[in-house]
């Protein structure tokens, strides 16, 4: 593919996707895609665009989704809710790797680490993250839990009473690796979640 075309040179081309059978089938209202979209809002001040899927717990339909959000679509960013249990239809995890370039663990062991924090069972969570390259672009993919409460905590991570951060949450590293895959530069609201660059990747304040 082309590079995507963007309505500014920073901004961030997001996928968002939520994994579930039955709000899928309208059984019952999606709240993963809302609780991203609303999320999003609130940490970013760069501009971002939003591409939202709801889909079933299905590997073929979850890797050919993530595949046409980077390859058609252009995104940077994936972020993914639901499915990464041990029951049988939970299948984000594989459908995920699947479709992978580069494994990135570090954020599925993050994820885990943020939730033992609140409950034993984070053991039972199977989030991963990867890279997906497809031709002069790439995008960073990552599963994050099915509650909103929880996807909060990850992606913000925990703080004290104080406010100062106990915990980084993942988001904090991501938008310096979007940076090492040519993605554009995200900057964030420090009192959500504070982005780290190392010195030299930082961007000289504007004037």
Not at 38 to 66: K, V
Not at 160 to 188: Q, S
């Amino acid at each position: 593919m082309t590079k995507p075309k963007r309505n500014h040179p920073d901004e961030l081309i997001v996928g968002l996707v939520s994994v579930s059978d039955r709000a899928s089938q309208g059984v019952y209202e999606d709240k993963g895609l809302p609780s991203l979209q609303a999320w999003l809002g609130d940490a970013l001040t760069t501009p971002f665009r939003a591409e939202t899927r709801l889909i079933q717990d299905d590997a073929a339909t979850i890797s050919a989704t993530l595949v046409e959000l980077v390859d058609v679509h252009g995104c940077d960013l994936v972020l993914t809710t639901g499915g990464t249990g041990p029951a049988r239809r939970d299948v984000t995890p594989e459908a995920t790797l699947a479709i992978a370039t580069k494994p990135m663990p570090g954020f599925g062991e993050q994820m885990r680490q943020i939730s033992l924090n609140f409950v034993p069972t984070a053991i039972l969570s199977r989030q991963v993250a990867v890279i997906r390259e497809a031709d002069d672009h790439a995008a960073l993919i990552i599963n994050l839990p099915g509650q909103p409460k929880s996807i909060r905590e990850t992606l913000e991570g925990l703080k004290d009473a104080d406010g100062k951060t106990k915990v980084p949450g993942i988001f904090a590293a991501v938008p310096y690796c979007i940076d090492l895959i040519g993605g554009p530069y995200i900057e964030t609201r420090t009192d959500v979640v504070a982005a780290f660059r190392p010195k030299n990747a930082l961007r000289p304040p504007k004037a």
